[in-house]
């Protein structure tokens, strides 16, 4: 079956302006993860879905980022105001249960990669 | 608090050779231990994880993982490494124990095959 989809697979954006990354899940999915990851570095968790619960922001760095999740499939996440430092690889992730009391494992987007000029 | 380790940034193998990307971990109970491998320009890849029982765990591509508790290790093995295994391997652990607990990834291990 098809896996997450991320969208767009690039992104080159001036400083200051806002962005909308999009990502679907794969279908039954309830948990939908973001992370962010700079150049061949680790994984910075941003935000995290688990069904209709409240999400779990901790990760999000600032609050020029926010994401939503609809209908408890498609996510966006959205950057406003980007800055410089906003660059890097933004992926998604999404699993059959919760990160919690669950062994079930991630399946990743390909990311989008953004930029920042 | 959990937390992974991951201490080698980079391991560097002949082809043929057996191979170990090491991981240790932190967790409050039970530990559920997961590896991940990402290609360049993709996202990351599930490889295999550790549930419960035999402390040898076998995944894709020719992977295995031992499990050793009193050690909290999860060390990813490969008995003779291909070129084609040149990646970056994360680790990853979850507790069983609490449906509240995260999953938290590792740093990254460099894994560089030469032929």
């Known amino acids: 079956g098809a896996g997450v989809s991320q969208s767009p697979s690039n992104k080159v954006t001036e400083k200051g302006k806002d962005v909308e990354l999009r990502c679907d899940p794969i279908?039954?999915?309830?948990?939908l993860y973001w992370y962010r990851q700079s150049l061949g570095q680790g994984l910075e968790f941003l935000i995290y879905f688990q069904g209709n619960s409240a999400p779990d922001k901790s990760g999000l760095p600032s609050d020029r980022f926010s994401a939503e999740r609809t209908g408890g499939s498609v996510s966006t996440l959205t950057i406003q105001r980007t800055q410089q430092e906003d660059s890097a690889v933004y992926l998604c992730?999404?699993?059959?249960?919760?990160?919690?009391?669950?062994?079930?494992?991630?399946?990743f987007g390909d990311g989008t990669r953004l930029s920042i000029l | 608090a959990q937390s992974v380790a991951q201490p080698e940034d980079q391991v560097n193998v002949a082809e043929g050779n057996p191979l170990t990307v090491k991981c240790t971990y932190s967790v409050s109970g039970n530990p559920y231990l997961f590896w991940y491998v990402q290609y360049p320009n993709r996202g990351l890849q599930f490889l295999l994880k550790y549930i419960t029982g035999d402390n040898l765990v076998k995944g894709s591509y020719g992977f295995e993982a031992e499990f050793n508790k009193s050690q909290t290790s999860f060390h990813l093995k490969k008995p003779s490494a291909l070129v084609s295994d040149s990646a970056l391997y994360f680790c990853a652990v979850t507790s069983r124990d609490s449906s509240a607990s995260k999953i938290i990834f590792g740093s990254g291990t460099r894994l560089s095959i030469r032929p």
């Open positions: 992730a999404s699993s059959l249960g919760p990160t919690g009391n669950s062994n079930q494992p991630q399946h």
């Open positions: 279908s039954g999915h309830t948990a």
